[in-house]
């Protein structure tokens, strides 16, 4: 455990918060808050909610909104407090207060507390062993019956050219965070191949086209923690 909090601690997206959302914004035309905030629809009041990796909190705001009882965690202490700012300026989110957690997802050890678990444009920081080594502690921490949400880049689909198209969309974002936070370079990952790996079942897949045309460069993907037998 003490090697991966080490490997998980060195990235670092203090520096990139102030710019973080807008960026995205602008670089995905509002899908990717898009795919982030869908996964509100499938959440249910007084559920216990976990952003890890919760970055500028857009997706925790629409959840506290509908009465959720969120724990919000990151590892960069300027997109936590731009997660806790939006929230509780909002004078029509829940009146559960939700909790803010500065720290890594690895020490974060409530096994089988939470019901719902959003890893949205998390997972992709980490080169692979990592990211399954991630993935499997969040399995931990959802209930039996819980379920993960993951909003993220799409595989890439249609045609040779629309592929490359995608391919090259996403190794900018992927190149530019490598430069500026220090995450790891690797191809888009295929999240429900992994599912079965740490103990999950993949359950639903939502598309989000880009330009609402053509094959869908993002995705929203859930997998279901089964009940104990």
């Not at 509100?40 to 959720?68: F, H």
């Not at 096994?111 to 990592?130: H, K």
């Not at 399954?132 to 019956?145: C, E, S, Y």
Request: proline share 5%; with cysteine.
């Amino acid at each position: 455990m003490k090697e991966l909090l080490g490997r998980t601690a060195r990235y670092n997206y203090n520096h990139t918060a102030w710019f973080y959302q807008p960026l995205a914004a602008l670089y995905s035309a509002g899908v990717i808050k898009a795919s982030k905030v869908a996964q509100v629809e499938y959440m249910q009041a007084g559920e216990r909610v976990l952003y890890a990796g919760v970055g500028t909190g857009e997706d925790a705001l629409e959840a506290a909104r509908k009465g959720l009882r969120l724990t919000c965690i990151d590892l960069s202490p300027a997109m936590l407090e731009r997660t806790r700012h939006i929230i509780e300026q909002e004078k029509h989110s829940s009146a559960v207060r939700p909790e803010f957690i500065c720290g890594d997802i690895m020490q974060h050890d409530r096994f089988e507390r939470y019901d719902v678990i959003c890893a949205n444009y998390f997972l992709n920081v980490f080169a692979e062993p990592l990211m399954v080594d991630v993935l499997a502690h969040l399995t931990r921490l959802l209930k039996p019956g819980g379920r993960l949400m993951i909003a993220d880049f799409a595989l890439p689909q249609g045609n040779w050219l629309q592929k490359g198209l995608h391919t090259l969309y996403y190794r900018i974002a992927n190149t530019f965070y490598w430069s500026l936070s220090g995450n790891d370079l690797h191809p888009i990952y295929d999240y429900p191949k992994y599912f079965t790996k740490v103990g999950l079942l993949p359950t639903a897949t939502k598309h989000f086209p880009l330009l609402r045309r053509g094959p869908a460069w993002y995705w929203s993907v859930t997998a279901t923690k089964p009940q104990m037998q």
